[in-house]
């Protein structure tokens, strides 16, 4: 009890503790930090990189491509070259929530959302087919 100032500072640290955001040490009556549940490391859901990419177009083509990208907070950009051509890459990550729109010639839009694991990304087109990615 030697730590706190006051029972103030004693119940403060004691309602955290009980809302898991601190552990409390028995021994020392100090507070300990804990990782609170759903955060991870800003590292391990960085969609910075090259990827290639495999997609199934509009006609139902299916398609591979390589991703250039550059990530800034929950900001995605980057480019895209695909066989058809290249365009550029613009999106946002969210925990491990990316939504990326692809921006090709003649206007060409595309979209995809899905999460990230790792070197890995997933998930579906906003015309609803599959799309994956691994870092390279």
Known sequence: MKRFMSMKL???AMLLSVAGVVGFSKAHAAPMLMPVAGAQDSAASSAAG???LSFTDPQGTQR????????D??????????QRGSGSVAGTMQGN?????VKGRG???MSFS???EGNKMSGTTALGSAWSAVRQ
């Not at 929530?97 to 729109?101: K, P, R």
């Open 114 to 116: 899905g999460t990230l």
């Open 73 to 82: 907070g929950l900001k995605i950009s980057g480019t895209f070259q695909g």
């Open 107 to 109: 206007g060409r839009e």
């Open 64 to 71: 591979q491509a390589t991703l250039q990208l550059q990530q």
């Open 50 to 52: 090259s990827w290639q």
């Open 97 to 101: 929530q990316v939504s990326l729109t």
């Open 10 to 12: 004693l119940s403060i």
